[in-house]
T-cell receptor, first 115, second 114 residues
Framework: GNSVTQMEGPVTLSEEAFLTINCTYTATGYPSLFWYVQYPGEGLQLLLKATKADDKGSNKGFEATYRKETTSFHLEKGSVQVSDSAVYFCALRSRSGGSNYKLTFGKGTLLTVNP | EAQVTQNPRYLITVTGKKLTVTCSQNMNHEYMSWYRQDPGLGLRQIYYSMNVEVTDKGDVPEGYKVSRKEKRNFPLILESPSPNQTSLYFC?????????????FGDGTRLSIL
């Protein structure tokens, strides 16, 4: 079956530090890949996506590149801000039994950015 | 504003007392889904619907029911809630049942079953 593995948290950084959150996946076929962000007390918001190999998704200074050869989709940001403190979820969407294209999530990584 | 709306946001109730969590989207999306989020387990799909009157089980459907009588609404029903259904629940929708379509999430419903 499909699965997503992302680095365990929590991750604590100082403002302006470089961020990497690792994500690898296992899937049949060619999934689309997503990063979602969950701010405290809120729902999940789509941060970025990539739908085919070598695509780069980007938004709000975050980037991730779909690497088919390493089955990875690592999230990066060059300079984090306090406002980036949140839980980050890596996810894939692919056919999963029958005809359901469901989202499969990693367990989430809590990021805390200190001033 | 395009959104997925869930109600209630918080609910504390007792074992066995039937409850319904409503979900409504205003984007004319075909695909809707319910997830539960538990610490250390991430999000798991409960039920999904590909269109009106078309619903099916996800990974953890036991103890839940859903219906899709109208395109915009997808309520989650707990007929006889139990403490192991204490969780954070999210409704989501997307344009269609395709791999390249992101799902849009509601703000969540935190249920506590005593």
């Amino acid at each position: 079956g499909n699965s997503v593995t992302q680095m365990e948290g929590p991750v604590t950084l100082s403002e302006e530090a470089f961020l990497t959150i690792n994500c690898t996946y296992t899937a049949t076929g060619y999934p689309s890949l997503f990063w979602y962000v969950q701010y405290p007390g809120e729902g999940l918001q789509l941060l970025l996506k990539a739908t085919k190999a070598d695509d780069k998704g980007s938004n709000k200074g975050f980037e991730a590149t779909y690497r088919k050869e390493t089955t990875s989709f690592h999230l990066e940001k060059g300079s984090v801000q306090v406002s980036d403190s949140a839980v980050y979820f890596c996810a894939l969407r692919s056919r999963s039994g029958g005809s359901n294209y469901k989202l499969t999530f990693g367990k989430g990584t809590l990021l805390t950015v200190n001033p | 504003e395009a959104q997925v709306t869930q109600n209630p946001r918080y609910l504390i109730t007792v074992t066995g007392k039937k409850l319904t969590v409503t979900c409504s989207q205003n984007m004319n999306h075909e695909y809707m889904s319910w997830y539960r989020q538990d610490p250390g387990l991430g999000l798991r799909q409960i039920y999904y619907s590909m269109n009106v009157e078309v619903t099916d089980k996800g990974d953890v459907p036991e103890g839940y029911k859903v219906s899709r009588k109208e395109k915009r609404n997808f309520p989650l029903i707990l007929e006889s809630p139990s403490p192991n259904q204490t969780s954070l629940y999210f409704c989501a929708s997307s344009t269609s049942n395709r791999d390249n379509q992101p799902q849009h999430f509601g703000d969540g419903t935190r249920l506590s079953i005593l």
